[in-house]
Nanobody, 126 residues
């Protein structure tokens, strides 16, 4: 599966952005999907994940209550709505697909996501 992320940009603290990720192929609904982020000089961290049919979600503690992950399988797309953005949210954001090789477990472990998009940059100014 190939993934294409978009929607990043420059936003003031307290503002909102909506990221999109579109997948190629006809098997999108068989993947759990995740969003990760990476700031310069730091590791790539988990942000949010959603199960293949959208029934389950999981979030990093740092974004709970502010970010919402969703998906539209008819459009082969997953979204990340980010509200009340903070400077520390500035990073490259990456979508990723988990083909569930280890079973139907929704995880934030990036090692379970073998397929990655190219990233979209989010910069939050104060």
């Amino acid at each position: 599966v190939q993934l294409q992320a978009s929607g990043g940009g420059l936003v003031q603290a307290g503002g909102s952005l909506r990221l999109s990720c579109t997948a190629s192929g006809r098997t999108f609904s068989t993947y759990h999907m995740g969003w990760f982020r990476q700031a310069p000089g730091k590791e790539r961290d988990f942000v949010a994940a959603i199960s293949r049919r959208g029934a389950r979600t999981v979030y990093a503690d740092s974004v709970k209550g502010r970010f919402t992950i969703s998906r539209d399988n008819a459009k082969n797309s997953v979204y990340l709505l980010m509200n009340n953005l903070k400077r520390e949210d500035s990073a490259g954001y990456y979508c990723a697909a988990d083909p569930m090789f280890r079973g139907n477990i929704l995880t934030g472990n990036r090692n379970e996501y073998p397929y990655w998009g190219q990233g979209t940059q989010v910069t939050v100014s104060s």
